[in-house]
């Protein structure tokens, strides 16, 4: 139901994901600027986001997060998580009964993930179109990730509904764009992570109900 990357380039850390289920994307990540990002989806465990970000600000390792929250939950294999670590290193865990298709990418400034997806090339273009924007701006990379994973054929239920994005500096969250109830949510993501103020913290579109739409 979700496909989601995190990512770094510098100093800086970016999240970006899309999803079928409503409000959902703006609920899979938390980034700790300057030190790392933890993500959960597919039935997500609620306690992974904020134990993994209080051990990001102990300034855990990838590897070592991982270890850590998931060989004692008990449906860890209905659980998907991608963690990008103090130590600058990405890691990820699917579970074998998260719904097919389902899987993860991970590289070394990167980790994409998602379930319930038309198949495995959804991840693939998605870390493709990454590694291929190398040098362009960090949003740009992560929109343009996500577009890919789309165009790839993105959740199998159809069109995404929630799509968030956030990037955050060496000191603090400096994007966050998050889009809900849409009918074209990377469209609407896209033009509002790239009007010239750029979304600051906490910037929450509001959905086409109340007759707003994003570079409107």
Not at 108 to 121: E, H, K, M, Q, T
């Amino acid at each position: 139901m979700t496909f989601s990357i995190v990512a770094k380039d510098g100093t800086s850390i970016g999240f970006a994901a899309a999803t079928a289920v409503p409000g959902g994307a703006g609920r899979i990540a938390s980034i700790v600027p300057g030190k790392g990002c933890i993500a959960a989806q597919a039935l997500a465990n609620l306690f992974w986001r904020p134990y993994g970000t209080m051990l990001l600000q102990q300034r855990a390792g990838a590897a070592g997060i991982v270890r850590t929250l998931v060989p004692p939950d008990p449906r860890k294999q209905e659980r998907q998580l991608l963690v990008m670590g103090a130590d600058g290193r990405f890691d990820a865990f699917t579970g074998q009964a998260c719904q097919p298709w389902a899987g993860q990418l991970v590289g070394a400034d990167f980790a994409a993930a998602g379930n319930l997806l038309a198949g495995p090339r959804v991840i693939a273009e998605m870390a493709r179109i990454w590694q291929l924007y190398r040098g362009a701006p960090l949003v740009e990379r992560l929109m343009a990730a996500l577009m890919a994973g789309e165009a790839a054929g993105g959740d199998r239920r159809g069109k995404a509904s929630s799509a968030a994005l956030q990037v955050a500096d060496a000191h603090s969250i400096v994007v966050d764009g998050k889009i809900d109830g849409s009918t074209t949510p990377l469209l609407d993501l896209s033009r509002l992570v790239s009007t010239p103020a750029g979304p600051g913290p906490g910037l929450l579109l509001p959905t086409p109900s109340f007759g707003l739409l994003a570079g409107g």
